[in-house]
């Protein structure tokens, strides 16, 4: 029903950004949550970022709040924009769509709260 691909992911220095893209190939229909999360080797998948459709109310992880921003410019794409990357940023980053995962307003950041995943985009921050 719902596909998602992301594109942006590439090889930076610490301190630099990179901004990914996430296109889905129907649009996302209203009410729904959209998220960025990211896994990196040996580690369990983390949410990073959610946007609510509804409201454009934003959720970060606290390990990248005031870093990354998540945004949305159509029913069909939105972004994550990546500032002061770090190492530990070091990651294979997915978008993912689900309904129903809001919670006062605001989308959940677990994984098991989406529907929807891309494919993923490697991003490597290196020292």
Do not use: H
């Not at 229909?29 to 454009?56: D, I, M, N």
């Not at 980053?93 to 985009?121: D, E, F, P, R």
């Amino acid at each position: 029903q719902v596909r998602l691909v992301e594109s942006g992911g590439g090889s930076v220095q610490t301190g630099e950004f990179l901004r990914l893209t996430c296109t889905t190939s129907n649009d996302i229909r209203s009410r729904y949550c959209l998220g960025w999360f990211r896994q990196a080797p040996g580690k369990e998948r983390e949410g990073v970022a959610t946007f609510y459709t509804v409201t454009g109310v934003t959720n970060y992880a606290d390990s990248v709040k005031g870093r990354f921003t998540i945004s949305r410019d159509s029913a069909k794409t939105m972004y994550l924009q990546m500032s002061s990357l770090k190492p530990e940023d070091t990651a294979m980053y997915y978008c993912a769509a689900g309904a129903g995962t809001s919670v006062g307003g605001i989308c959940s950041l677990a994984t098991n709260a989406y529907t929807y995943w891309g494919q993923g985009t490697q991003v490597t921050v290196s020292s």
